[in-house]
């Protein structure tokens, strides 16, 4: 009944743009943050980007701060990661997650409980 669906990766040149999408069933999405993560092959998994409940506080981790936006379309239960000027360290596989039910967010794993799958991203060198 709870899915969240990750959607948008592929490869993409150095500098070149994605957007990722998370769809949401179940749950209606806005009740709560929604974090974007991501695990390259042979390291640990890493937040990148969250939206809190009601999408009125962003945050995003210093390495994609500038490049990615996080935003939600409550119509369509669905959060996005816009990703712009991409850089080869950004390849790794994305995940979104489902977090508390707060109108502020962070990226501690800890607090996600539910998650997607995840989509492929490769940025050429």
């Known amino acids: 009944q709870l899915q969240l669906v990750e959607s948008g990766g592929g490869l993409v040149q150095p500098g070149g743009s994605l957007r990722l999408s998370c769809e949401v069933s179940?749950?209606?999405?806005?009740?709560?943050?929604i974090g974007w993560f991501r695990q390259a092959p042979g390291k640990e998994r890493e937040g990148v980007s969250c939206?809190?409940?009601?999408?009125?506080?962003?945050y995003d981790t210093d390495s994609v701060k500038g490049r990615f936006t996080i935003s939600r379309d409550n119509a369509n239960n669905t959060v996005y990661l816009q990703m712009d000027s991409l850089k080869a360290e950004d390849t790794a596989a994305y995940y979104c997650?489902?977090?508390?039910?707060?109108?502020?967010?962070?990226?501690?794993?800890?607090?996600?409980?539910?998650w997607g799958q995840g989509t492929q991203v490769t940025v050429s060198s």
């Open positions: 997650a489902q977090g508390p039910r707060t109108t502020w967010c962070t990226t501690d794993q800890a607090e996600y409980t539910e």
């Open positions: 179940g749950f209606n999405s806005d009740y709560y943050a």
């Open positions: 939206i809190s409940a009601g999408g009125h506080f962003t």
